[in-house]
């Protein structure tokens, strides 16, 4: 592969409330079994980038647990590997990140020292596949200087969370509004670049000089009149976890059984870090319809509609409907949960009833099962 990657993964979000209490958004668990920064880390794997910066920030313990190894996703070589970059202090600076740009100002070493020509860079709260090779191809034959994965999303979106843009007719970008109040078009940014890496260093070290810190509003907005950005359009399955709704969104979505043949049997694989716990188990008077449920996870209730991560005990007589119980969850017996998103290693006690009536319900119980 001609690039090198980046992958944006230490902003905190306020949009996700109290889940983003105890970890990054790029930790957020996904699908049973992935972290939601899998799904880049496997894209860049399978588009054979070699060498992948994460930079990470906010809340980064369970992050860095996580890619303690780089072998999960296949970048434990000889030549590139998988980087994890935190804020520093050195004699020149002792800020923290103060923004997307600064944080790859901060570690601008790392590009210096690389000799691909391209850098892809991607933000790490998003679910999809992609092959960078394609949007790396349609960069050259542009003859862009700047690449930008965008999608066209249906009318009535709230695009309001996102970047949305208005191309011409070559799909140059001519207009570029970082999360509008009010948007005309419904074409959203994904958050995916594509820049040569020379370029990118001139860029950032012009920010750092003016003081400015943001890679969208400082780089694509200033300089969409000047500089050749194009958009790369995706019609495949992307979704931002950004938000509590849209967490809760993506996580529904698989169920559907065309979502679970997209990611989970279909080439390329998304790759995770794996542990060592025994499959399900489902005792007798369990009832599971419509759901996922993962290793190490005990069944004697009711399970609808729900994902349950692992290690979630399910006690007698409980009713679980339209949720998701994240890890290491115990639910008491007789307890009831819908429209619910569960906190991990939460202990749910017996008799209890949650149910989100109006939207999602976050549920946090304050218990002393684990002592810091």
């Not at 300089?223 to 969104?249: E, G, H, M, P």
């Amino acid at each position: 592969m001609r690039a090198i990657g980046i992958v944006l993964a230490g902003g905190n979000n306020h949009r996700m409330k109290e889940l983003s209490n105890k970890r990054a958004v790029a930790a957020m668990p996904v699908a049973g079994s992935y972290r939601s920064i899998d799904f880049a880390l496997s894209n860049m794997s399978n588009s054979h980038i070699q060498r992948v910066a994460v930079l990470t920030q906010y809340n980064a313990r369970s992050l860095n647990e996580h890619l303690n190894s780089s072998k999960w996703w296949d970048f434990g070589r000889k030549q590139g590997g998988l980087y994890i970059f935190t804020p520093t202090i050195t004699a020149d600076n002792s800020s923290w990140y103060r923004g997307t740009a600064d944080s790859i100002y901060q570690n601008l070493d790392w590009l210096k020292k690389s000799h691909e020509p391209y850098v892809i860079i991607a933000s790490g709260d998003a679910v999809y596949k992609m092959d960078y090779n394609k949007v790396l191809e349609y960069h050259i034959d542009k003859k862009a200087d700047i690449t930008v994965v965008c999608k066209d999303m249906p009318a009535g979106t709230d695009v309001s969370r996102f970047g949305v843009v208005k191309t011409d007719e070559e799909d140059r970008i001519v207009d570029f509004e970082e999360k509008p109040m009010g948007a005309d078009g419904t074409t959203i940014s994904c958050g995916i670049y594509v820049i040569r890496r020379r370029q990118l260093i001139e860029l950032i070290e012009k920010c750092a000089q003016e003081d400015r810190y943001d890679f969208v509003r400082d780089i694509l907005i200033r300089y969409k009149n000047l500089k050749r950005i194009f958009a790369y359009r995706t019609t495949d399955y992307w979704s931002s976890i950004a938000s509590v709704d849209s967490y809760y969104q993506t996580n529904m979505d698989f169920l559907k059984a065309d979502v679970r043949k997209y990611f989970f049997k279909t080439y390329p694989e998304v790759y995770s870090k794996v542990l060592d716990l025994p499959s399900a188990k489902y005792n007798p008077g369990a009832d599971v319809k419509n759901s996922l449920v993962s290793s190490g996870c005990i069944i004697n209730g009711t399970v609808e509609n729900s994902v349950l991560f692992k290690k979630v005990f399910v006690g007698n007589n409980c009713v679980i409907k339209n949720s998701i119980i994240l890890n290491e969850v115990y639910i008491g017996d007789n307890t009831y949960i819908e429209n619910c998103i569960v906190e991990s290693r939460d202990t749910i006690r017996a008799n209890s009833r949650y149910i989100g009536e109006h939207g999602v319900k976050i549920v946090v119980e304050k218990n002393e099962r684990y002592v810091l």
